[in-house]
């Protein structure tokens, strides 16, 4: 993804990626957010509730070339710094989650509906091809939420 071109002044100097258990979704959204966004803005993810590390995630980011290493799933109450400028939410329980936040806090939050891979059946191949279809969502999300239009092109 080198030579992408990020939109100047929009981006935000703090995301958190919020999903039900931070397990799958905000996890991969945290890792592919990383690698794009520049270093000075901190990126970290969480859910509304416990979690147990999934190994399909570990699996599907390392076909992308990133892992997680020894980070585990978190919770949003376990998180040491609770301001962001921009809380991305990627399940309903973690948007209702995002907007009592904002009650007390002046936090944007965005939307991102993603479907939950973990209920695929099948064989490994076919639970993994639900795996891959999350993070190639997550990422045409984040480029078109973070990077200019030609850049998204060459993401495609």
């Known amino acids: 993804m080198a030579g992408l071109i990020l939109v100047p002044g929009a981006l935000p100097h703090s995301v958190l990626f919020l999903c039900g258990m931070n397990a799958v979704r905000s996890p991969m959204a945290e890792q592919l957010a990383r ?3 520049p270093a000075t ?3 970290a993810s969480a859910g509304v509730r416990a979690g147990e590390r999934d190994p399909f995630v570990d699996a599907v980011l390392a076909e992308d070339g990133l892992m997680l290493g020894e980070r585990h799933p978190r919770k949003l109450d376990d998180l040491e710094d609770d301001y962001f400028d921009l809380i991305v939410t990627l399940a309903p329980e973690a948007h209702h989650a995002a907007l ?5 806090l ?3 939050v965005e939307y ?3 479907p939950d891979p ?3 059946g099948g064989t490994r191949e076919q639970i993994m091809a ?5 993070r ?9 939420r973070f990077l200019l239009p030609e850049a998204k092109n060459a993401t495609d």
Do not use: H, M, Q
Not at 136 to 144: A, H, N, P, T
């Open 118 to 120: 973990t209920g695929a």
């Open 106 to 108: 002046a936090v944007e």
């Open 136 to 144: 190639e969502r997550l990422k045409l999300r984040i480029s078109r």
């Open 35 to 37: 690698r794009v966004l």
């Open 100 to 104: 009592e936040l904002t009650r007390s």
């Open 41 to 43: 803005i901190f990126v």
């Open 130 to 134: 639900s795996y891959r279809d999350v």
């Open 112 to 114: 991102w509906p993603t």
